[in-house]
């Protein structure tokens, strides 16, 4: 009887619980099943949860799944995974219900260990069950029916005997590896091998886990080891209620040891030797309560595993809770109070409710409304335990004493000239009297007869604007309106006066609702109102406002509580906000932290004698002991997760992410940048900042967007640097760097320009070399010309000119030779023919291939005279304007010539048959004569022939020259046209 006693007292102790539940996941949340076996955080941050149904990366914001599929050897094994674990080279080891399987991270791609050597397996399968990591090379499992390890480096299975049955294994310093057996034997397996079966006095306790705390450096158990084995330090594993049989344990410190169970979740204090049972919160549910795996993060989180998916426990998750006045009802607050065991609240148009905190339940008090009974409302409460009454009720019909253990409500009468409008909207209570402020006055009334003892009229226009708030320092009251700013009266004085009248600064306030008034510890008045947050100090009369440029200004702020740190924390419209006086830091909380309020009201605030806060608002009440909200001071780790490349056709992702390092196109250019902030607590609160150094001249503030957009990126390197704070405002200030490089377009490469550039020098130098060609051939047509007129006109007019003298001797002598004068007109045709050609060589306009062709033409009905001439032209319209150069026409032209020439003066053919023709770039002459001919193979190389040839070789073509006697002569030029 003793002992039950004394476990009873154990289990009413107060043990230290998690702190409350800030996140939970299930297939809701995108988890792939609710089922979840084994959770782990790997080296870089990221929580792995295994389930019945697949594996998943946790980053705070979603989460990415794996599955096994049939077509793909690179998948999971199975989509059962039952274990994670990681080795010292970051390589993920994954248990699942058929084999092991590593993780390759740059991939995302999985291989695959099924294969039992020499083991026989019922199943044919090897369903891991639960997987340590011994060292740095042994990953020890266990399954159903066999236990073992996977040798890390040589990639291979080892078993122990097939007759130890596992039901769980441990992993201690130096390799020590303990297996509780199904059997209820306990044995120990060294780093070398080395197997011993530890004795264990009374009976054996089966299915039940064993656990090394890495805080204790203990071994749970169930059962006791002999006095005489000092070589291990043991803890047993207390009994749970119930005979509730534990299934998976956890060291979370030096204190607390969490067990998991079928029946919930238990925190067993070792200072204390006392429980208590881990709330889930309104997520739970009976699944909730079959506990799978417990996992204790780098930062000291709790994640558990359920049938109902992942509950995460956040040490740096804020303690706000709720009170749901009623459910499916309004549950807007307008004035609180404290009162015996229980807090009075009025619901807006709901009258009074009474709120019990231990029993979680709230009552609604009824009492008599007096008129007008369709439009009660209550302004203001205050608790005077001096009064029969006990609570002071300041409503729209006046003054009332209201008594919640009789429910008797009683009206106070106030100065007649208030009867019209009766409302009471402020109380200031004091030991024994009673100050109420009404539309038209300020009374002091005796609390315990309820008599008027003193009356000041409001000197503002009554109904424009009212009193919200009394305060009294020393003989001094503050009194705030709504819309006059604020009075000041000292007790004996008949009127109330404006505070600007005595501090200049305190006129500004004059048109700004001010809705509370609180005196801090250190004798500060703070005014909470329309505008933000004031500071006025009676001593010295000094009047600020310290919301300029901060997230106070323009803010309302209707209620002020002070804690035990001199923190002010503020029921304002935007949510709750903690100000720090000394260091002026702002914090700001909202839904996102557990509050459901996101608008407090005034009125609606006080504190505990514990140091809890509560604030009213339209959803009901925020309670909180500020006390217990820490600071996320983890920074948070910051990784780019992936960049997607956008062009005209396609979006895709480039290599070298892992590597931190990309290798873009010219016309790859336009990307986004997918990052995040691994931070567990509130990740929505994480802020982000980027700046991609060479193209942002600043920061980017990104807020908590998690990607940056890039258009149309000119070509060069990059360098991508991104930071981000958690959800309290620490800033990784590393962060994450993504290299990226753009190549430029081939005509902005510098091998581009160098061609450019000798590209350019190369023409130049062919237009130099050209022009320099230009002018030798110039110069050559004037050495050609030179050479003709000396040749042809020279020779001529000396023959002119000799012929001449002849016949000027002649005449002397007393008669001239007619031969003589036709020599002299013959001469002179000649040599105006050769004139002809001469000036038809060097003109310009004549020169395509056309040209020459009607050149020839002429020049042959010219040389042949009466004989007849049978000339045909094959050549293409297009073909006849093909410019040819001055020195190639000039040579076809007088080779054509001395050919007719010869066949004019030997041939004596009576007929000519002359053919031009064009075949691809080659210019073929075909000339043909029925006259006497000569044998071509006796012939000598006279000057007709041998200047055939020469031009012939000038022009690079071919020439075949046939004759025999009496059968005529044929010439045939082939010549390549440039």
């Not at 079959?290 to 998916?309: A, K």
Request: proline residues 4%; charged residues 25%.
């Amino acid at each position: 009887m003793q002992v039950l006693v004394f476990l009873i007292v154990l289990w009413v102790q107060p043990v230290p619980i998690l702190q409350g539940v800030s996140q939970h996941l299930d297939t809701e949340d995108g988890l792939s099943n609710n089922i979840v076996y084994d959770i782990y955080q790997d080296r870089e941050g990221y929580i792995w949860i295994a389930t019945e149904n697949g594996l998943n990366r946790f980053d705070g914001y979603s989460f990415k799944k794996f599955y096994h599929s049939r077509d793909d050897s690179s998948s999971l094994s199975s989509n059962i995974v039952r274990s994670i674990t990681e080795d010292e080279n970051g390589t993920l080891w994954i248990g699942t219900f058929n084999g092991l399987n590593s993780f390759n991270r740059k991939t995302e791609t999985f291989t695959r260990y099924i294969d039992l050597p020499k083991v026989a397996v019922a199943t044919n399968r090897l369903d891991l069950k639960q997987m340590q990591l011994s060292g740095n090379d042994k990953l020890w499992f266990n399954t159903l029916s066999i236990t073992g390890w996977f040798d890390i480096r040589n990639k291979e299975f080892h078993f122990i005997e097939p007759n130890i049955e596992p039901y769980s294994i441990s992993i201690g310093k130096g390799g020590r590896t303990f297996i509780q057996t199904k059997e209820g034997r306990l044995l120990e397996y060294s780093d070398s091998g080395e197997k011993s079966e530890l004795f264990i006095e009374g009976e054996k306790y089966v299915q039940h886990p064993i656990h090394f705390g890495k805080y204790t450096n203990k071994l749970w158990t169930k059962s006791a080891f002999p006095a005489s084995e000092v070589s291990i330090s043991r803890a047993n594993i207390p009994e749970l209620p119930n005979g509730i049989v534990p299934t998976i344990l956890l060291e979370i410190d030096e204190d607390r040891l969490l067990i998991g169970s079928d029946e919930g979740l238990f925190v067993y204090s070792m200072k204390q030797m006392s429980w208590g049972n881990v709330d889930f919160g309104e997520k739970a549910s009976t699944l909730t309560n079959s506990i799978r795996s417990l996992y204790q993060d780098n930062n000291g989180g709790i994640w558990v595993g359920t049938l109902n998916g992942v509950f995460h426990f956040n040490p740096y998750q804020k303690p706000f809770t709720h009170i749901d006045i009623a459910e499916k009802e309004s549950d807007i607050v307008m004035g609180m109070a404290e009162w015996k065991d229980e807090i009075l609240i009025n619901a807006f148009s709901r009258t009074l409710i009474a709120y019990n905190e231990k029993e979680k339940s709230t009552r609604e008090l009824n009492f008599s409304i007096p008129p007008p009974r369709d439009f009660f409302q209550i302004w203001d409460i205050e608790i005077s335990e001096e009064t029969n009454g006990v609570a002071w009720l300041a409503t729209n019909a006046g003054l009332f004493l209201y008594n919640p253990e009789k429910e008797v409500l009683k009206h106070i009468p106030l100065a007649k000239a208030d009867e019209s409008f009766p409302a009471t909207f402020s109380i200031f209570n004091e030991q024994d009297f009673l100050w109420v402020s009404s539309v038209f006055a300020l009374y002091k009334l005796e609390k315990s007869s309820g008599e008027i003892i003193k009356v000041i009229k409001s000197p503002f226009q009554p109904l424009a604007s009212i009193i919200q708030d009394i305060h009294k320092v020393g003989d001094t009251f503050l009194i705030a309106t709504e819309g006059d700013g604020i009075f000041k009266y000292e007790e004996g004085d008949s009127t109330m006066k404006p505070l600007g009248a005595q501090v200049e600064d305190a006129n500004q306030l004059q048109t700004v609702p001010v809705w509370d008034l609180y005196e801090s510890k250190d004798n500060v008045i703070w005014l909470g109102t329309n505008r933000g947050l004031y500071r006025f100090n009676l001593e010295n009369s000094a009047f600020d406002f310290i919301s300029t440029g901060t997230a106070l200004e323009n803010t309302v702020i209707f209620s002020i509580q002070e804690d035990g740190l001199q923190n002010l924390w503020l029921g304002t419209e935007k949510g709750l906000i903690k100000y720090n006086p000394v260091t002026q830091k702002i914090t700001s909380y909202s839904k996102s932290d557990g509050i459901l309020n996101v608008e407090f009201n005034r009125k609606s605030s006080f504190q505990t004698e514990d140091g809890r806060l509560f604030f009213g608002g339209i959803e009901g009440i925020t309670v909180f002991n500020p006390a217990q909200i820490q600071s996320n001071p983890i920074v948070p780790p910051v990784y780019i997760t992936n960049a997607q490349v956008v062009t005209t056709d396609s979006i895709f992702t480039p290599n070298g992410l892992l590597e931190k390092e990309i290798n873009l196109g010219w016309n790859q250019n336009t990307l986004e940048i997918a990052y995040t902030a691994l931070n567990f607590t509130n990740p929505s609160q994480n802020l982000y900042k980027y700046k991609l150094e060479g193209y942002d001249p600043t920061w980017v503030n990104a807020g908590d967007d998690r990607t940056a957009r890039y258009v149309q990126l000119p070509h060069g390197e990059y360098t991508f640097v991104v930071q981000a704070s958690n959800n309290d405002g620490i800033w990784n200030t590393d962060g994450a760097t993504l290299q990226i490089n753009i190549t430029p377009p081939f005509w902005k490469t510098w091998w581009f320009r160098v061609f450019v550039f000798l590209s350019a020098l190369l023409i130049l130098w062919r237009i130099y070399r050209y022009r320099v060609k230009q002018l030798l051939e110039i110069e050559r047509v004037k050495l050609r010309i030179a050479g003709d007129l000396h040749d042809e006109i020279g020779s001529g007019l000396s023959g002119i000119a000799l012929t001449g003298d002849i016949l000027s001797k002649q005449l002397n002598n007393g008669g001239a030779k007619p031969e003589l004068v036709e020599r002299i007109t013959q001469s002179s045709r000649s040599l105006a023919s050769s004139l002809d050609t001469i000036v038809w060589l060097i003109d310009p306009k004549k020169e395509t291939l056309g040209d020459l062709i009607s050149k020839c033409q002429i020049t042959a009905q010219e040389l042949l005279g009466d004989k007849r001439v049978k000339l045909s032209i094959e050549i293409k319209e297009k073909d006849g304007y093909k410019v040819m150069s001055s020195a190639h026409r000039r040579n076809l032209f007088l080779f054509f010539k001395e050919a007719v020439h010869n066949i004019a003066k030997h041939s004596n053919a009576d007929e000519v048959e002359i053919q031009f023709s064009k075949k691809e770039e080659y210019l073929e002459i075909d000339i043909q004569d029925n006259g006497v001919g000569f044998n071509s193979g006796e012939a000598k190389a006279g000057r007709g022939i041998g200047t055939m040839h020469q031009r012939a070789k000038e022009l690079q073509s071919d020439l075949m020259l046939e004759s025999r006697i009496g059968e005529g002569t044929s010439i045939k030029l082939k010549a390549k046209i440039p």
